[in-house]
C-alpha cells in the first residue's frame, strides 16, 4: 500500500512498551486540540480531543496532555501494539471557522 | 453503516482535463471539507461548506472548485489550472453544532498523471 509517512519524524518501540508522541502548535488563540491515526493508504481516524480548558484527558489506552504555556500537547499509547503502527497527526482549531490545522505527523513503528 | 464514502479510489488525469472527486457523507453532518496531502506533510485545506449552497476557500484554493447542492454531497473537480494535481484527497464532514466537534474523514482518492 502507498506510504503517506515519508520523511516524517519517526518513533521506534517495542510491543507492549508504552510511547509518546509530541506535537508543538503555535496558535496561542488555539482552543481545541485532536489526535488522529492514519493508516496507509487511509485517511485519518478520530483518536482523541482536548479542550483548552483541561490539561489531561484519558481515553482507552490513550492519554492526551495540553501544555498552554509552552503551547505543546503529547500523546501517550500505553501498553503499544503492532496494531498501534501508523502515522499519528495532531491538529489544532480556534476561532469561529471550525478549521483545524494539522502537522506534519510521526510516524510510529512499533516491533512485535 | 454512517460514514464518508469517496470515489474513486484511484483516478488519473490527462494534461489539460478536469476530473471530479466524489464524497459523500450520511452522517447528517453539516459541515463539510477537502483537504490535500502530499508526501511527508500534514493535511493542507483546499475548500470548506459549513451549510448547503454556501463553501469558502482554504488555503489552497487555486486550481480546484467545489460545489454543495446537497447536505450530503461536496464534489470536488481538479481544474487543469491545477499544475501540480498529483497528491492524496481526503473528505471530511464534522456536525455542525458546537465548537468543539471532530472532523471524521473519507479513506481519500490519490490522484496521478498520466
Known amino acids: 500500500g502507498e506510504s503517506v509517512g515519508l520523511h516524517l519524524p519517526t518513533l521506534s518501540v517495542q510491543e507492549g512498551d508504552n510511547s509518546i508522541i509530541n506535537c508543538a502548535y503555535s496558535n496561542s488563540a488555539s482552543d481545541y486540540f485532536i489526535w488522529y491515526k492514519q493508516e496507509s493508504g487511509k485517511g485519518p481516524q478520530f483518536i482523541i480531543d482536548?479542550?483548552?480548558?483541561?490539561d489531561k484527558r484519558q481515553g482507552q489506552r490513550v492519554t492526551v496532555l495540553l501544555n498552554k504555556t509552552v503551547k505543546h500537547l503529547s500523546l501517550q499509547i500505553a501498553a503499544t501494539q503492532p496494531g498501534d503502527s501508523a502515522v499519528y497527526f495532531c491538529a489544532e482549531s480556534g476561532g469561529s471557522n471550525y478549521k483545524l490545522t494539522f502537522g506534519k505527523g510521526t510516524l510510529l513503528t512499533v516491533n512485535p | 453503516d454512517g460514514g464518508i464514502t469517496q470515489s474513486p479510489k484511484y483516478l488519473f488525469r490527462k494534461e489539460g482535463q478536469n476530473v471530479t472527486l466524489s464524497c459523500e457523507q450520511n452522517l447528517n453532518h453539516d459541515a463539510m471539507y477537502w483537504y490535500r496531502q502530499d508526501p511527508g506533510q500534514g493535511l493542507r485545506l483546499i475548500y470548506y461548506?459549513?451549510?448547503?449552497?454556501?463553501?469558502q476557500k482554504g488555503d489552497i484554493a487555486e486550481g480546484y472548485s467545489v460545489s454543495r447542492e446537497k447536505k450530503e454531497s461536496f464534489p470536488l473537480t481538479v481544474t487543469s489550472a491545477q499544475k501540480n494535481p498529483t497528491a492524496f484527497y481526503l473528505c471530511?464532514?464534522?456536525?455542525?453544532?458546537?465548537?468543539?466537534?471532530?472532523?471524521?474523514f473519507g479513506d481519500g482518492t490519490r490522484l496521478s498523471i498520466l
Open positions: 482536548i479542550r483548552s480548558n483541561m
Open positions: 461548506s459549513q451549510i448547503v449552497n454556501d463553501f
Open positions: 471530511a464532514s464534522r456536525q455542525g453544532a458546537g465548537r468543539n466537534q471532530p472532523q471524521h
